[in-house]
């Protein structure tokens, strides 16, 4: 298993561009989640997805979107960024939001200039 | 989810315990204390979980006190590769979100 994998590694954007950052994981889990993480922060809840075409808001939703078409995949779309946008983005996934573990991705560098 | 309290930072001598404390003085009986952790750069890193009773597994062992106010998270024999921040959380067991605080860094050094 891959687990959870993110592409790209590292962005870099200029203000008003757009871009997706993708995830997947190859566990069947039901739960999938976005978070972004500022310098010397802790994580921050985006969105999060319960289900194939199910998806709700978190802590700091705006400036951002999800669609969840599969159980494998949950990108998280920037369509005007921001440099309040600069941040490590990481997403998780877990079997069911009775379980315990979430398991996260390598992340997302994102810069935003 | 209860507001969690943990120290900036810690150090740990290479093969002693670590002792993580955290406050969770706001917690209700239907909240868990989950611990993960974040080593430099990567996705967190869940470690162990609990309600009231004390639980061990194979990377650590949860001390949660009986008013269930605070706990205790320990490494039993720390390693270099043990540095990182750790997270203690507190969240209900139905819940959706971990609301992860600054942490506790700690070093743990040769």
């Known amino acids: 298993n891959a687990g959870v994998t993110q592409t790209p590694k590292f962005r870099i954007l200029k203000i008003g561009q757009s871009m997706t950052l993708q995830c997947t994981q190859d566990m069947n889990h039901n739960y999938m989640y976005w978070y972004r993480q500022d310098p010397g922060m802790g994580l921050k809840l985006i969105y999060y997805s319960v289900g194939a075409g199910i998806t709700d808001k978190g802590e700091v939703p705006n400036g951002y979107n999800v669609s969840r078409s599969t159980t494998e995949d949950f990108p998280l779309r920037l369509e005007l960024a921001a440099p309040s946008q600069t941040s490590v983005y990481f997403c998780?996934?877990?079997?069911?939001?009775?379980?315990?573990?979430?398991?996260f991705g390598p992340g997302t560098r994102l810069t935003v200039l | 989810d209860a507001k969690t309290t943990q120290p900036p930072s810690m150090d740990c001598a290479e093969g002693r315990a670590a002792n993580l404390p955290c406050n969770h003085s706001?917690?209700?009986?239907?909240?868990?204390v989950y611990w993960y952790r974040q080593i430099h750069s990567q996705g967190p890193q869940y470690i162990i979980h609990g309600l009231k009773n004390n639980e061990t597994n194979e990377m650590a062992s949860l001390i949660i006190t009986e008013d269930r106010k605070s706990s205790t998270l320990i490494l039993p024999h720390a390693t270099l590769r043990d540095t990182a921040v750790y997270y203690c959380?507190?969240?209900?067991?139905?819940?959706?979100?971990?609301?992860f605080g600054a942490g506790t860094i700690l070093r743990v050094k040769s």
């Open positions: 959380i507190v969240r209900f067991q139905g819940g959706n979100k971990l609301v």
């Open positions: 706001t917690i209700s009986g239907n909240e868990y």
């Open positions: 998780a996934s877990s079997y069911g939001r009775s379980y315990n573990e979430q398991f």
